[in-house]
């Protein structure tokens, strides 16, 4: 934004950005700038917003209209020296909120949303300021992993002023943004809202930005905040034991030589992430094959697949980028599918984003906040209520609501429409469970790539790998130069493989097994000062980002640390009552939900059928549960 909320440049300027604005953010703008509430009653509303309807769903004269009123109000403000107006009251920007999505928008959601757009005039959110307190200078953290949740975790304890030890078992800060680097990797949320609320980035080159940009983004952030100066890389966790005498914590770690040290700590933040472990399934007679094998999380660069026969093993999110970047340039490409996948058409997944639309979020007040609303909720709890299942809905293994089913009508459609005539395609890439029992995918051209001359859709159970290729059920042999692994992570095997003992003496991955549980995804019983970052229960899902849950969940954080040195305690463990109780709460509202559905295998259930990744709940409840840790649900020691 313009330095003192201004609008630089002339009216062709803004011409020029106002033609290339989202119009219902735009309408917002106006109406903040102008401070006339009478525009959210006016005759040009949006219609519901969805993926599909970002843009209003407006005529080409309402279009222009909506225009030419917003250049009135943009040269107005401008012309009268850019001062910003106050903020709405919570009434009118719950208004405001129902009139741009053109559905209501509970009250609840203005603080939450205040706080995610950090709006000018805004209230502060309150940092706890721990530096201050007793003991605060003797407080040491462990936080392990430098991907975004690590990074975000390093950033607010060194702005809290707590002395902290950064560990990345990698070379670099990233993440799964340093570590997946195959073709056609980018993210498959808008880039405008997966970004750190305190760090908005309006130089996007996409919307749907590549990995190169958004890596480039996570060592920004790290360079500026000075993260590096307390990380050590290239060194892992091995193993972590609370000692109750002392009440801290052992940390053994290994660097790269395998050389090992221990660490002693007061918290440890565990920042490992749900998907950092890749799955490679164990196929017969693998270790045979005479070509190279390779999982997508540990791309072979120096492997050229040029004029290739490449088998792609799994039709998940990274298969979806992968094979229609792969397929022009390879002589054949065959595709082994264990079941097909649901995939939304999406506008702008390969838009770049106009220097018109930069301009628009570099200078225009509110422009970038209420922008990054809109991509908000549209992308998260916009949908949540369409994956409850309705008790009396008859055709449950198609559907399971009415919503749901106009999704899987408009969805099949599309399949119809990208494979033609090409029924025995159809019949093996139409799902038949419903649309978000599994992860929703984004189509990256994967219909028409099916198409390719080269390309071929493979659905006989694979038998064995042999040393020249793959042989499925059906005795087909297919002759093979490489494979490619797509067949995503070991989801359920949460912060394996550290050894991590509590004040019993138990293991960790023992307690947990493959039915992982925490309160709030954050704690666990018997493990003092230990949290997680993006913990059991805690994965979106229903869309959203995970940036905003793992802000939550560090705001939390940072309050748990405050109680601790407030009160003068050693340790805090959460009461095995208030764990147990949320979980069942978890477990209750997961009996509702799509990703519990009895027909439909999806890596969000453990090996009993329990959602042990997903979180069930509305963003808007997640980030009321973590606004305040109550001490009630802890019990403290030590002095």
Known sequence: MAEGGGIPGDDAALVEAVRCANLPTLMLVMMHLSGDAALLRGPLRPQRASLQQPDGGFTDAEAQQIREQALQVLRAFRDRGGALPALPSEEVLAEMMSFSLGQTIAAEYVPMMLQDMALPGSPAVPMPELRALPGASELRVLVI?????????????????????????????GGTWLENSYPGCRVDLPNHFYSFSFEPN????????RRDELLAYFRRIADKYGVRASARFDTEVVAASYDPQRMRWAVELRDAAGQTQTEHVNAIISAVGQLNRPSIPALPGLSSFDGPAFHT???????????????????????????????????RMLIFQRSPQWAIPIRE????????????????????AWYRFRLFFTNADGVHAGLQIDPDWTDFRRSINATNDRIRRMLSDYIDRELGERGDLRARALPDYPPFAKRMLLDNHWFRTLLRDNVELVTEPIETVTPRGIQVRDGSHHELDAIVFATGFQANRFLWPMAIRGRSGQSLSELWGDDPRAYLGITVPDFPNLFCLYGPNTNLAHGG?????????????????????????????????????????IDAAHEHMIWSHPHVSNWYKNRAGRVTTNSPFRLVDYWSMTRTPDPADFSFSGG
């Open 145 to 173: 992993g430098a991907g975004i949740s690590g990074l975000l975790a390093a950033i607010k304890l060194g702005q809290a002023g707590i002395r902290y030890l950064l560990v990345e078992k990698n070379p670099d800060v």
């Open 202 to 209: 309006h130089d996007w080159p996409d919307h749907y930005s």
């Open 297 to 331: 999380a540990g791309w072979r660069h120096d492997v050229d697949l040029r004029g290739k026969r490449v088998a792609v093993i799994g039709t998940g999110a990274s298969a979806m980028q992968i094979v229609p970047q792969l397929a022009p340039d390879v002589a």
């Open 349 to 368: 997944y390969f838009q770049p984003v106009s220097a018109g639309e930069k301009w628009l979020l570099h200078h225009v007040p509110y422009y970038s």
């Open 545 to 585: 980002s995970i940036i905003f849950h793992s802000e939550c969940q560090m705001h939390y954080i940072l309050g748990c640390l405050q109680l601790l040195l407030a009160g003068g305690h050693a340790a805090m463990e959460c009461r095995q009552a208030v764990h147990d109780a949320y979980n069942a709460r």
